[in-house]
């Protein structure tokens, strides 16, 4: 009974096809929050897949209510060895995206988990049904091998994340004895890339709204009122470039941070974004002037137009528009703050002559920006855990570009955020043709298995203060 011998029966776990086989069961099931028609689906993930397999290895578990009412079910699995132990508090999604099954290319589909190479095709491999199963199997693994995990463990799956988490953040505020831990530990995302352990330690939030400009009524021919009439379209151009330089530098200097942290800096000194045969080359001449790769995504904010519509772009007339439309979004760190974002934008647009163009928030809620100090000493527990298993120093991210409800953990609960991501760049997760790719899951199961396998022994960071 080891460390070694734990991480070994990982390994075995993956190499006999047995994690597969799981993983392949619950991505047949159609969880789709975004679609009506799956929404029983999110129920029979949680209790007749992922509730079992937790009760198998000595969880109690329930499946909950959400207390929104457009939210998915939640199910929680809790392993209480003592109360005198540490208790750690896990996280997973068990809704994927729209499955697209027209999309997927020949020989593929998105229920079925099928390995070319070392890709696992199928809806959910990389978003999350594979990274909260690998963590599953780890904290299984270890039960499995030492009889006991060494600290109380409770596992939050949620069914609404692929919908903005509703009704998440007000679980969490009803529930924060019974969620209280000393540390939160789960895995969502991608790595920086996939040859390197990442641990991140929080996310960018998301705003998204519009710029509108409504000039009149309908549309007129552009023969008879070209040159009389005032275009949508043309103001709201050059109101989108009062905002953003053509080379990507936010203009309105409010929206920004007035500096990046230095224990920011020094932990994305040797992160640099690698692009891949999957993806994009990246844009080095894109964005902020000075700031490296890194902390364009990671430390910095961003404005970004999601979508522009005027007149009838798929069928064209000769005729002037009456409105114009422009869907946008900024990405935001901890360091600044996203209630000014909007006045601000207004402001500087009646400022710069362009009062009819209106701003207005699209959503009413929104993910918020967290950040766990790469300084914490929780970080250092971590960064050594993952090396000891790997041999490789893992990239620390103070936060991933996109986001996710690491608000609940972190504010709500007052939580020390560990992800410990097991998917790539490249995996297309909210596209057609998603994939996991087999050599990082197997070398996550083994990372996760060191990290629990750690987790039950000494010592230990010093215990928060919500777990007491």
Known sequence: MSRETAVSRATKHFDDGTFVG????RVAIRSESQNPESRPHLRQYLESEIGPAFERIGYRVDVIENPEPRGGPLLLAERIEDPGLPTVLSYGHGDVIRGLDAQWRNGLAPWIVRQEGDRLYGRGTADNKGQHSVNMAALATVIAERGRLGFNSKFLIETGEEMGSPGLQRFCEENKVRLAADVFVASDGPRLSADRPTLYLGSRGGLNFTLTVELREGSHHSGNWGGLLANPGVILAHALASIISRDGRVLVRDLLPRDIPASVRKALADCEPKGDESGPSIDGWWGEPGLTAAEKVFAWNTFEILAMHTGNPENPVNAIPGRAVAHC?????????????LDTLQGHLDTAGFEMVKVAQSREDFFRATRLDPDNEWVTWAVASIQKTTGVKPAVLPNIGGSLPNDCFAE?????????????????QHAPNEHALAPVLREGLQVMTGVFWDLGEEPLPARSASAR
Do not use: E, K, N
């Open 22 to 25: 799981d993983l392949a069961r």
């Open 329 to 341: 979004q900024i990405r935001f760190t901890v360091d600044t703050d996203p209630a000014t974002f």
């Open 412 to 428: 709500v609960l007052g939580l020390p955020t560990l992800w410990i991501p097991h998917s790539y760049p490249g995996c297309m």
